[in-house]
C-alpha cells in the first residue's frame, strides 16, 4: 500500500492459555513524567507555530473543549485552511459529536473534492454510524490513504459482498497483466484480506513490471512481515529505501522488523526518520508510543497515542495500547471510552472486545 494500514507488529497483546487471558509484550511500567499542568493554556499560546499547532498543544495538556473553541473559531475565519479544518473534525470525532464532525469534513470536500484524506476520515464517521454503502463510497474514493484496503476489506464483509469486491480485483488484474497498478491493487486488496500468499503472487508480478517502485517494494516487505518472514521482509524494505531513503511506510515497517528482533535503539532512530518525513503519521506515532512503553515511560506513550488519534481517530491499535495503558494503571473509565471508542470504528476487532471485558 502506498501508506502503511498498520504496524505488523500489531498493539501490545497476545493471547496466553487455554483461556485466552490476554497478556502485554510490554514489562510492567512506573509513571515516569511530572505532575500534569492544572491550568488550561490558550490554545494561541506563545510560542505555537500555526493554530493547529496550538489546538495540538491544548489537547495534549487535557484541555480538548477548548482546543475545539479556539480551532472552530479560526475555521470559521479561514474556511480555505484545509489542514486546519481537517483537525477540526478529528477532534469532533474524539469528542464523540460526528455530526459536527461529518460537517466539517464535507464543508472541506467543496472547497476540495478530490482530497483524499478528507474522504478517508468521513468514511471513517459513516462507518462508526452503520452507514456501510457510504462509507465505502468514501473509502474508494480516498485510494490509496493509509489503510483504506483495509477498511473497504472490512465494510465489504459487513456488507456480506466481499467475494464481489476481492473479484473486481482479480478480473482487472488477470485482464491487465502488464498494469502494474491492476496487479498492485490486488495485491494490496488480498493483503487486506489477509491472503498472504495470493497478495505475494500479484505483488510480485507488480515488482516485475516495476522492480525500482518503492510503494510495491514496501507491501511486499509488510505482506512478509505478516507471515514472520523478517528476512524476506528486510530485504524488499531495504531495497524500497535505497530507492527513496524517505519512504514513510518502509521506515515505519523497518523499524518494526527491528521492534520484532528487539532492536529497540535502531527502531527508534527509524521511527523518529519517519516522524520527521510525515509529522502527521499516525502509524509512526503508535509505535513510538510502543517504545516509550517498553522504557517504561507510560505517560510520554499515552501522549504518542493521543497525537497518533488525533491524526487518524480511525487506528484501531492506538485505542487498543493506549486503553492497555490507562487499564494497567487503573485508570478504568479512560480505558473504557478507548475500548468502547475503538469499537464504535472497529467492531470486529476481537482484542478490542477482550480488553473491554477484562476493564
Same mark, same amino acid.
Not at 473486481?168 to 497498478?181: G, K, V
Not at 518472514?229 to 527513496?244: E, F, G, W
Given at each position: 500500500m502506498t501508506g502503511s494500514s498498520r504496524p505488523s507488529r500489531i498493539a501490545l497483546i497476545a493471547l496466553a492459555t487455554t483461556l485466552a487471558v490476554a497478556v502485554s509484550l510490554a514489562l510492567p511500567r512506573a509513571a515516569q513524567a511530572g505532575a500534569l499542568q492544572t491550568s488550561p493554556p490558550s490554545a494561541t499560546a506563545s510560542g505555537a507555530t500555526s493554530p493547529v499547532d496550538a489546538a495540538r498543544r491544548a489537547v495534549a495538556s487535557g484541555h480538548l473543549d477548548l482546543a475545539v473553541r479556539d480551532l472552530a473559531a479560526y475555521v470559521a475565519s479561514h474556511p480555505a485552511d484545509v489542514d486546519a479544518a481537517r483537525y477540526l473534525g478529528d477532534l469532533y470525532y474524539r469528542q464523540a459529536d460526528l455530526a459536527q464532525a461529518e460537517r466539517v469534513?464535507?464543508?472541506?470536500?467543496?472547497?476540495?473534492?478530490?482530497?483524499?484524506?478528507?474522504?478517508?476520515?468521513?468514511?471513517? %464517521?459513516?462507518?462508526?454510524? *452503520?452507514? %456501510?454503502v457510504d462509507a465505502i463510497r468514501e473509502f474508494t474514493a480516498s485510494l490509496p490513504t493509509s489503510g483504506a484496503y483495509d477498511r473497504l476489506v472490512e465494510l465489504h464483509m459487513r456488507l456480506g459482498d466481499i467475494k464481489s469486491f476481492e473479484s473486481?480485483?482479480?478480473?482487472?488484474?488477470?485482464?491487465?497483466?502488464? *498494469?502494474? %497498478?491492476?496487479?498492485y491493487n490486488a495485491g494490496a486488496v488480498f493483503h487486506a484480506e489477509r491472503k498472504y500468499q495470493q497478495a505475494l503472487i500479484f505483488l510480485r508480478r507488480a515488482m516485475s513490471l516495476r522492480p525500482t517502485e518503492c510503494a510495491i517494494l514496501s507491501e511486499i516487505g509488510s505482506t512478509y512481515q505478516d507471515v514472520n *518472514?523478517?528476512?524476506?521482509?528486510?530485504?524488499?524494505?531495504?531495497?524500497?529505501?535505497?530507492?527513496?531513503a524517505d519512504y514513510y511506510p518502509a521506515l515505519v515497517n523497518i523499524a518494526d522488523v527491528d521492534i520484532a528482533y528487539e532492536r529497540f535503539s535502531l527502531a527508534r532512530t527509524e521511527l523518529e526518520r519517519a516522524h520527521a518525513v510525515r509529522p502527521d503519521g499516525a502509524e509512526a506515532m503508535v509505535d513510538l508510543?510502543?517504545?516509550d512503553d517498553v522504557s517504561q515511560h507510560w505517560r510520554s506513550a499515552v501522549s504518542y497515542y493521543l497525537q497518533a488519534l488525533g491524526s487518524d481517530p480511525l487506528m484501531r491499535e492506538a485505542y487498543i495500547d493506549l486503553g492497555y495503558d490507562y487499564d494497567q494503571h487503573q485508570l478504568y473509565a479512560l480505558a473504557e471510552a478507548s475500548f468502547l471508542k475503538g469499537i464504535s470504528i472497529a467492531p470486529n476487532e476481537g482484542r478490542l472486545h477482550y480488553l473491554l471485558g477484562v476493564t
Open positions: 469534513y464535507r464543508a472541506i470536500l467543496k472547497v476540495k473534492p478530490d482530497d483524499r484524506e478528507t474522504h478517508n476520515r468521513l468514511g471513517g %464517521i459513516y462507518a462508526a454510524q *452503520d452507514r %456501510i473486481q480485483y482479480l478480473f482487472l488484474a488477470d485482464t491487465q497483466p502488464d *498494469d502494474a %497498478i491492476a496487479q *518472514d523478517l528476512t524476506s521482509a528486510r530485504k524488499y524494505l531495504d531495497s524500497c529505501l535505497h530507492v527513496q508510543g510502543y517504545l
